[in-house]
Every structure is written in structure tokens, then in C-alpha cells.
């Protein structure tokens, strides 16, 4: 079975100053791995996406994220955060062995930015 | 355009009433989601319909019913609604394939009172 886990519910930095929230993942298939955000009162957007290509991805607003399999991790940067980055985050895992496209999310991360 | 859109984007009611949320997605994707985020902003599936077919019920309490009337809309009609349904609810689109990237609507705020 799937699973996520967010290793901080929350992570404050200054404007400016990297960004780093952490995410590990447990499958048992070659996942398909996710980084959404929400903003305050709004949807979720997709930041970026890994699906077997690439290792290193790249998002939106700057944002990267590396599949390490031999971590399981799949953790978040950023090397500047900005006022905007200021949300919530979610790490999140494709079910893909039910072929239903069921999303596994992880409890989610607050990112503070400080100015 | 918006690509996903749920109506009502709030709704306030009373326990015991029977409400419906809309969900309508213009991507032409043959696979839409519903899902529930609580107060803690957990978000956790609920259902998924693939061109009318339900594909996903998860352990939902049957007063809760979606209805897939083409590929395109996937309504949810709550009944008898209890304090506990209070949450935000989104609804997802995607195309199946191998990424299933989901796209996601503005969400309902559901309040019961």
C-alpha cells in the first residue's frame, strides 16, 4: 500500500532564505510522485510532478523536488522564498497499482515566510 | 475558462437537510474525484467516477451519493446532513493515464449547523 508522510506540519523561514519541506514515501510500485499547494480559501494547484523520468523536477515559482529512491524521500526546495510562497503544502502519492488514479495525500505542510 | 468549477463555493445548513454539490470540468478528462479536506486540512478520497463508472468508494457513509450524470459532471447529494459533514469539498478531474496528474476545483465550504 501507499503512503506519505510530511516530516514538518509546520516550516517558517525569511523572504529570501531557502525553503526545504520534507517528504517520504512509502509503495509498492514505481510511484508517481506530487507536490500541490493551496493558498488560504483556495484550490489546490500542482507544483510539480514525478513520473520515472527525471530524478531532479522542476516546478512552478521556482520550486524543485528530488526523487531519491533509495531514500524514499521526495523533498521540496526552494532557493528563495518569496512573500507568495506563504500556504500549504501537500506531498502526494498516485496509487497506481489500483490503476484508479487514487491520490495518496500526506498531512500537509504550513511554509511561514517571514519578511 | 475555468477547467474545474463546483457551485455552491459556500453552503450553510441545517442538520438533517439533504444538500447537492455541482462539480463540472471543461478538459475533457474521462475521470473525476471527490474529495473531503477536514478541519485539520486533511484531504482524504471519497469517490471517482471513469466515463460514468464508479471506479473508487471509499468508507463513506451512504448518506452520501454522487451521481455522474455524463463524463464531464460528477454531483454529490448529501442527505440528512450531520454536524460531523462540515468540511471544504473538492472535486478533480484527470485523463487516466500513467501520470494521473488531477486537477482540482475551488472547493465547497460546507457548514452545518
Known amino acids: 500500500a501507499q503512503s506519505v508522510t510530511q516530516l514538518d506540519s509546520h516550516v517558517s523561514v525569511s523572504e529570501g532564505t531557502p525553503v526545504l519541506l520534507r517528504c517520504n514515501y512509502s509503495?509498492?510500485?514505481?510511484?508517481?510522485l506530487f507536490w500541490y499547494v493551496q493558498h488560504p480559501n483556495k484550490g489546490l494547484q500542482l507544483l510539480l510532478k514525478?513520473?520515472?523520468?527525471?530524478?531532479l523536477v522542476k516546478g512552478i515559482n521556482g520550486f524543485e523536488a528530488e526523487f531519491k529512491k533509495s531514500e524514499t524521500s521526495f523533498h521540496l526546495t526552494k532557493p528563495s522564498a518569496h512573500m507568495s510562497d506563504a500556504a500549504e503544502y501537500f506531498c502526494?502519492?498516485?496509487?497506481?497499482?489500483?490503476?484508479?488514479?487514487?491520490?495518496?495525500f500526506g498531512q500537509g505542510t504550513t511554509l511561514q515566510v517571514k519578511p | 475558462d475555468t477547467a474545474v468549477s463546483q457551485t455552491p463555493k459556500y453552503l450553510v445548513t441545517q442538520m438533517g437537510n439533504d444538500k447537492s454539490i455541482k462539480c463540472e470540468q471543461n478538459?475533457?478528462?474521462?475521470?473525476m474525484y471527490w474529495y473531503k479536506q477536514d478541519s485539520k486540512k486533511f484531504l482524504k478520497i471519497m469517490f471517482s467516477?471513469?466515463?460514468?463508472?464508479?471506479?473508487i468508494n471509499e468508507t463513506v457513509p451512504n448518506r452520501f451519493s454522487p451521481k455522474s450524470p455524463d463524463k464531464a459532471h460528477l454531483n454529490l447529494h448529501i442527505n440528512s446532513l450531520e454536524l460531523g459533514d462540515s468540511a471544504v469539498y473538492f472535486c478533480?478531474?484527470?485523463?487516466?493515464?500513467?501520470?494521473?496528474?488531477?486537477?482540482f476545483g475551488p472547493g465547497t465550504r460546507l457548514t452545518v449547523t
Open positions: 478533480a478531474s484527470t485523463q487516466r493515464g500513467d501520470a494521473y496528474e488531477q486537477y
Open positions: 509503495s509498492s510500485y514505481s510511484p508517481s
Open positions: 514525478y513520473t520515472s523520468a527525471a530524478t
Open positions: 502526494v502519492v498516485s496509487d497506481r497499482g489500483a490503476n484508479t488514479g487514487k491520490l495518496i
Open positions: 478538459l475533457g478528462h474521462d475521470t
Open positions: 467516477y471513469n466515463n460514468k463508472e464508479l471506479i
